[in-house]
């Protein structure tokens, strides 16, 4: 299983950034994608997740109203859309992939998923 996060980059803070997820799942459709990220000397954090289906979401507090997360089954992919970023949304930004559960608050934690990608840097400069 493979994960591959990318569009990540350098960009000023009010601007926006979407990052790709491409997964190599069999039944991609059956797993609950999550993003976090992890800020320079801090602990990986929630971002947002999505149900198999796409039709539910989850957001961290600090993101809410701001990034958007989404899915294209038919492609195998998550995005993240990220919009009004701020100088403490820097971080590396990783994709992680949930079989046989449901989107639940278990979601936005770490041990809720099976397979992780390597994450892609984003940096915001103020």
């Known amino acids: 299983v493979q994960l591959q996060a990318s569009g990540g980059g350098l960009v000023q803070a009010g601007g926006s950034l979407r990052l790709s997820c491409a997964a190599s799942?069999?039944?991609?459709?059956?797993?609950?994608m999550g993003w976090f990220r992890q800020p320079p000397g801090k602990e990986r954090e929630f971002v947002a997740a999505?149900?198999?289906?796409?039709?539910?979401?989850l957001y961290a507090d600090s993101v809410k109203g701001r990034f958007t997360i989404s899915r294209d089954n038919a492609r195998n992919m998550v995005l993240l859309q990220m919009s009004s970023l701020k100088p403490e949304d820097t971080a590396v930004y990783s994709c992680?992939?949930?079989?046989?559960?449901?989107?639940?608050?278990?979601?936005?934690?770490?041990?809720?998923?099976?397979?992780w990608g390597q994450g892609t840097q984003v940096t915001v400069s103020s």
């Open positions: 999505i149900s198999g289906s796409g039709d539910s979401t």
């Open positions: 799942l069999v039944t991609f459709s059956t797993y609950v």
């Open positions: 992680a992939a949930d079989a046989g559960r449901r989107l639940s608050l278990s979601s936005r934690f770490r041990y809720s998923y099976n397979y």
